[in-house]
């Protein structure tokens, strides 16, 4: 459908296989104008015009990501985030940290137990940890200084995903998600926004081991910092990449108001590099790649076998 040639010359059973064209071309069939099949052409063009702009915006948010993103990653990419907790070997200064709480959180003006209390329905009334130890050791630590991308955001069990964490769970499908794990923040990079979060403090484990729960904080974003909310870890899978689920617990995941909480189950993988797409636009850029290489050899099929049959005709 494309060439020297008008469509009025080419073969019966060829025109069937191009409708498009057909139907563009009787328009102009009363004028008797000479001109070359012109529709896949512009079908050409609608193909390349949403490859090429995948491409670029890929190009483009790629050239804003931080600097932990590279790979592998770079001496002291800590503390480019946070100077003043980290050195460029990776070593924490806990100064801050003696009392339990992460003085980036804010400054705490009650008692840690009063502040536990707030989040009784979500730990079943557990106390904060009063000192440190639970930002030294605990089930995110093998994550610590290693990046991540979300693989998958659904709900966990019969608990409420309000629109809040569906939201999320969006964004997790279209963009990737990637996360740079420390041991008292965590950086994140989706597309071309950064966003910071911060581990205020953790919760006792009751049965004595490593702290399951802990408050998180999101002190930057496109909609501003947030009130913490708690963490929940679920397990950790070890290998040649290392990956984690966990859960985000707060009412904020609950639309219907009623007192109860929301939960969103986060599964994260180790990778090398941040990313750009997740697996819906992965699979476009694909999708667009092999029509445009079928739209070409179609062209040169055509061109092919029917310019040397046809001679170009001036129907004026």
């Excluded at 949403?50 to 990419?77: R, T």
């Excluded at 440190?132 to 610590?144: E, I, Q, V």
């Excluded at 990449?241 to 904020?252: C, I, M, N, P, Q």
């Amino acid at each position: 459908c494309s060439g020297t040639f008008t469509f009025f010359e080419l073969p019966m059973h060829s025109r069937r296989i191009m409708p498009g064209c057909s139907m563009a071309l009787q328009k102009v069939a009363r004028c008797k104008l000479s001109r070359p099949c012109v529709c896949c052409h512009l079908c050409g063009f609608f193909i390349v015009m949403p490859w090429l702009c995948l491409i670029f915006v890929s190009i483009l948010s790629g050239s804003s990501h931080p600097s932990w993103c590279a790979d592998p990653l770079p001496s002291g990419a800590a503390k480019t985030q946070r100077a003043s907790v980290y050195a460029d070997d990776n070593t924490v200064d806990w100064t801050a940290f003696g009392d339990g709480w992460n003085p980036a959180c804010g400054a705490l003006n009650r008692s840690l137990s009063d502040l536990a209390a707030n989040y009784a329905q979500e730990t079943g009334g557990l106390q904060l940890i009063a000192d440190d130890s639970g930002f030294k050791d605990n089930p995110w630590t093998p994550l610590n200084f290693k990046k991540f991308i979300v693989k998958e955001v659904r709900p966990s069990g019969n608990f409420p995903f309000g629109d809040r964490a569906k939201s999320i769970q969006s964004v997790a499908r279209l963009f990737a998600v990637n996360l740079f794990f420390m041991p008292t923040a965590t950086a994140e990079a989706v597309f071309n926004t950064d966003l910071q979060y911060e581990i205020c403090a953790y919760f006792e484990n009751p049965n004595g081991g490593k702290p399951q729960l802990r408050l998180y904080k999101t002190t930057k974003s496109p909609l501003g910092a947030s009130e913490p909310f708690v963490q929940e870890f679920v397990s950790l899978s070890d290998g040649d990449l290392k990956g984690a689920t966990y859960l985000a617990v707060s009412d904020r995941y609950n639309d219907a108001n009623d007192g109860k909480v929301g939960k969103a189950q986060f599964s994260v993988e180790e990778t090398k590099g941040c990313q750009i797409w997740s697996g819906i636009p992965i699979f476009l850029i694909a999708f667009f790649t092999v029509v445009l290489i079928a739209h070409f050899a179609i062209l040169a099929f055509v061109r092919r076998k029917y310019g040397a049959e046809n001679s170009v005709q001036d129907l004026s």
